[in-house]
């Protein structure tokens, strides 16, 4: 069975994009070079992404960017070549590189998508995808990246889950720049 | 002058209350006993509360019942004792023991209250205060407790504050039961 991990950077007040859509407060990093290895680390591992449409569009339109590829070279080629997937009924063509559309229900298709043999997924950002999966046991993982920002306004993760899920802590690791990595699982 | 500090307990997806006003999430220590010592360690010290009318209506419905003093009997003592301070233009009256009502200009009347002699004064929850006193250069500290919860809906911190205060973690303690205690400073 594949993992299934939902990552999410993430400000102090909840929300992994501000109210315009920008994530890019969560990829100043520069100022930390043992943070730069972890996020570099992280980005070799192998597996596929999945997201919902509006994460989707809104890092379709930076990573392929060369705004990105300066900014955050490792992370953005890594981004670009990674296969990804997309759920949703409305969005005409997944046209990002390596990109398939997928419009069938969510939590049968994951389940399939589990079940075969491969490498690990996450879901990156999308929260209500998160949010849909998670009432039916099937995110392994919850890994977050708490950033000292104040965002003030924007989307939360987890928008509209209503089962209050038990977590446990499994990990924390603060750095330097301030940035905390913490890792959850589901409570048995 | 005295030291403001927010204080806040939050959810992984940044509420400090439920939809519904629920904040009992945040209280749910007994499994801990190093966590319990730090709380019990927490509510010994002096100062002064700050409130807006929001969550003070909320605790002062919450601490002063005998639910309260069996579920968390040393906070619950503390909470009624401490000085409290409501900024509110709507409430008629302050009943909850030891609370006062101001109503003046805001900004104002802490800048004043901090610049008497006396002890630390912590914002407790109070979402629209820590908005509108961050961007004046107010608060000193924000301590945060989040919580290894997903509520999926409610209150997040700082709400509509807009100008993205710069913030440098200064402490991160986790604690066995999946609780961590963050303290931020502004970047100078």
């Known amino acids: 069975m594949r993992k299934l991990i939902a990552f999410n ?45 509006i994460t989707y569009e809104l890092m379709a339109a930076y990573w392929p960017t060369e705004m990105a590829m300066k900014n955050d070279p490792v992370v953005a080629e890594r981004m670009n070549k990674m296969p990804k997937i997309v759920f949703s009924r409305t969005l005409g063509e997944a046209s990002w590189s390596n990109s398939r559309l997928m419009n069938g229900d969510l939590a049968s298709e994951v389940r399939r998508i589990k079940n075969a043999s491969g490498e690990g997924i996450a879901i990156l950002g999308s929260g209500s995808i998160v949010a849909q999966l998670a009432p039916h046991g099937l995110i ?35 750095f330097n720049n301030g940035k905390i990595f913490l890792r959850y699982a589901p409570a048995s």
């Open 9 to 53: 950077n993430v400000t102090l007040d909840g929300y992994f994009t501000g109210a315009d859509g920008d994530f890019r407060w969560a990829h100043d990093d520069s100022d930390d070079p043992e943070f730069s290895a972890f996020v570099a680390e992280n980005a070799r591992g192998g597996g596929e992404l999945l997201f919902g449409r």
């Open 140 to 174: 392994d993982e919850y890994q977050l990246v708490l950033n000292p920002v104040i965002l003030g306004g924007g989307r939360t993760m987890f928008e509209g889950l209503n089962n209050r899920p038990k977590l446990k802590l499994t990990q924390s690791r603060s």
